[in-house]
């Protein structure tokens, strides 16, 4: 029997603790011992929960439990989390986690701690809910150079997205409703902003270069600016607009952003719908792999970070090896060389456009332009939006 603490008994919280008490038989299959719940941390009274006695406002009843020996942290934010994750590796205990803001900004250093201690830092939940990603990526493709991730990594953008392109709502109507469902962060920000799909494709694209990729140096541009007249511009083009986690790895160098990109309609990226993510990953041997499923969600979650406690127990004695190192020389690549082909939509007439560049034009509406270029920099496109002058929009195209 492997006693297990759960910090943070918030929506994944509530869903870990009724997975590990409703699907016991086979959580204890998987794992080879029952795992039993002796511990739920949260600053909150839950005097009316039919297991109240498990619940406890003070961490150090945990971390001086030798008896407990995995523990989820689902409390999500970079504080306490990270001090609180920090001592329970310190004990010696192995923790799993749904947090991505803690994983992409203090992983390298977590990592390092259970590595030195012998215990497991597991999180497969911090990227895509559910969905099996980042344990595939680092044992089912370990044959592989991967030299492309590009993922819908947000399901609150998604669902915003797709709300203005199936129903023609606004921005800020779509992101209304999203709310009003749940999806949506406390702060929104972090969605609509691009933050969250940041943290996400920071974890992938280090898993898949073995070595850190910083967060903070990620390009990251939001759907904030998006518009009905985008919309009707993509779908012109014959596409959809969906907001990209994107990683290159060429030649030890790790390139990456997070923005709106116009993709074909031929391509599986465009038909996740909704809140779902939909992560496509391209390894020298395999070629492309797509993950798809629930990014978000109290079960979808929590079954990830159940899977990680049972993965720990089977791995008690032996760490389970999947994580990064921080890398001796910098691996970021500024991007300043990297080509893309743009949708651009503007005030231009056709001639104006033509005159600059050879291109297809494939809207044009009550003085509303849009043109599709060939693959340029950022630098090439700026140029030539500053040289048409009336551009309103420029989203880069995935190939
Ligand atoms: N706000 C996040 C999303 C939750 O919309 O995808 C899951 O990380």
Redesign the pocket.
Known sequence: MAKVAIMGFGTVGSGVYEIIKDNASRVAENAGEALETKYILDIRDFDDHPDKHLFTKDVNDIINDSEVSIVAEVMGGLHPAYEFTKSMLMAGKSVVT?N?ELVATYGTELLGIAEEKNVNYLFEA?VG?GIPVLRPLSRCLAANNITRIAGI???????ILYEMFTNNKSFNDALADAQANG???RNPA??IEGH?ACR?IAILASLASGVEVDAERISTEGIVDITLDDVKCAEAAGGVIKLIGYADIADGKVYSHVAPMFIKNDNMLSGING?F?GILITGDAVGDVMFYGA??GKLP?ASAVVADMVDSAIHSSRRKLIGWKKPETDIMDDGAEKSFRYLIRCKNTEQEIMALTNTGIVYNENGTVAFTTEAMTAKECTTLSDKLGKVESAIRILD
Request: proline share 0%.
């Open positions: 749904s991505k911090s809910g990594l947000n399901g609150t953008t998604n669902y999806y949506a962060e972090a969605d969250d996400k809140v993510n990014g978000a979650t």
